[in-house]
């Protein structure tokens, strides 16, 4: 039997145990110290970001956006429909009620025209949203330029959900640095790992001072503990920060592994009747950078022969793990009733989309097995039952 291939794997190099020994030795072993601040300072200076915030994770970073910005009970607060959960959850953890907006199919994102009217509308009926989350879906910047000069006409708040596009741009300029909070996630999944946390950046320098206090529980400046507002314990520690700093200065290579991941995929696979990948959209200006941070495709069941699940199923027999595009979250049962804005796109992806094997070190002996299954998967038929269940 062959060793598991894993969907997105963290990939260690030798510096992160260096500077994981290094707070050791330096007792550093705390929420925060050298390691964080350099961990910040340096990927503000990747990313062109003005201030930057270490956090726990990316869950806890927009959690704090949203606290820092204001947003809380009653607020409308729009979001990207085909997302991961943790994209919404802490609109609910403030009392905000969250609305979704679709994809378009030519970048899985936020469909731009579709928000644009919608706020139109809304702004004629006195009920814009506080803010818009934009994410940034499987490494590929959503279409910012519009969609930021949109919520800047209406006054609403940009965050942008960057979690799975650290090192994508748009215009030249980092994913993450348009709006007036932008966030990535060091989850172990993710192109660069801290084994979990997460950092908070914006150009507002009010905005990373109060997400600074909120998140070391909300202590005001002064000798014993005096607290005006509620806090939280949402730092990142020192000795994390130090593989983090380690994982940054690998990041440009591992985009271009990942892209090269998928450009064997796309040559192999990518031809197959059937089988559409995941478009490299072409907005921006001086054009956008994916990181391809997964692989998506999605599989049209009648020409190809099988549907995403047979695949699917067909790599784990062999020990590789695939999973199905996010279930958008206007499907989710805990957003039930939550309203939509469109749905069509977003249903079609999940109903056909596969994410496959694409981590950076994924190597070419592995990625020639998960290919060798996707190909003998053509044309094995589609399991009455399920595509009857789907
Ligand atoms: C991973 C992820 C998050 C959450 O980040 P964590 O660090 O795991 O809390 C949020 N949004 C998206 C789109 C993600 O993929």
Not at 242 to 258: C, N
């Amino acid at each position: 039997m062959h060793e598991r291939i894993y969907l997105s794997p963290p990939h260690l190099g030798e510096r992160e145990e260096q500077l994981v020994l290094e707070a050791f030795r330096t007792n550093w072993i705390a929420p925060l110290g050298p390691h964080v601040d350099a961990f910040e300072q340096e990927l503000c200076a990747y990313t062109g970001a003005a201030h930057g915030v270490a956090l726990s994770s990316g869950t806890a970073a927009l959690h704090l956006a949203l606290e820092a910005l204001g947003i809380g009970a009653g607020d409308e607060v729009w979001v990207s429909s085909l997302t991961f959960a943790a994209s919404v959850f802490p609109v609910r953890y403030v009392g905000a009620v969250p609305v979704f907006v679709d994809a378009d199919a030519s970048s899985w994102n936020m469909d731009p025209a579709l928000l644009v009217e919608a706020l139109q509308d809304a702004a004629r009926r006195n009920a814009l949203p506080r803010a818009v989350v934009l994410v940034h879906l499987y490494g590929q910047c959503a279409d910012v330029r519009p969609i930021a000069d949109a919520c800047a006409a209406h006054s609403v708040l940009l965050i942008e959900d960057a979690a799975e596009a650290l090192g994508a741009t748009y215009d030249g300029r980092a994913a993450g640095t348009f709006g007036d909070v932008g966030f990535y996630s060091f989850n172990g999944n993710k192109i660069i790992t801290t084994s979990g946390g997460g950092m908070l950046v914006t150009p507002h320098a009010h905005v990373a001072q109060r997400v600074r206090a909120l998140a070391t529980q909300a202590r005001e400046p002064v000798p014993h503990y005096e607290h005006r507002h509620v806090g939280y314990n949402y730092r990142l520690s020192n000795v994390l920060a130090g593989i983090g700093r380690g994982q940054l200065e690998q990041l440009d290579a591992r985009v271009a592994a990942r892209r090269a991941v998928f450009d064997r995929y796309r040559v192999s696979i990518g031809a197959l009747p059937g089988i559409a990948l995941m478009p490299e959209a072409t907005y921006g200006r001086s054009g956008m950078r994916s990181t391809r941070w997964l692989t998506t495709l999605t599989i049209d069941a009648a020409r190809f022969g099988a549907d995403f699940e047979t695949v699917r199923l067909a790599l784990e027999a062999q020990q590789i793990e695939a999973r199905p595009v996010w279930k958008p979250m206007h499907q989710q049962p805990v957003f039930a009733g939550c309203r939509v804005i469109g749905g069509h796109v977003s249903d079609a992806l999940f109903a056909t989309g596969l994410c496959l094997p694409s981590g950076s070190s994924l190597t070419v002996a592995q990625q020639d097995r998960v290919i060798d299954i996707v190909r003998s998967c053509a044309g094995v038929g589609i399991p009455q039952t399920r595509s009857a269940a789907a």
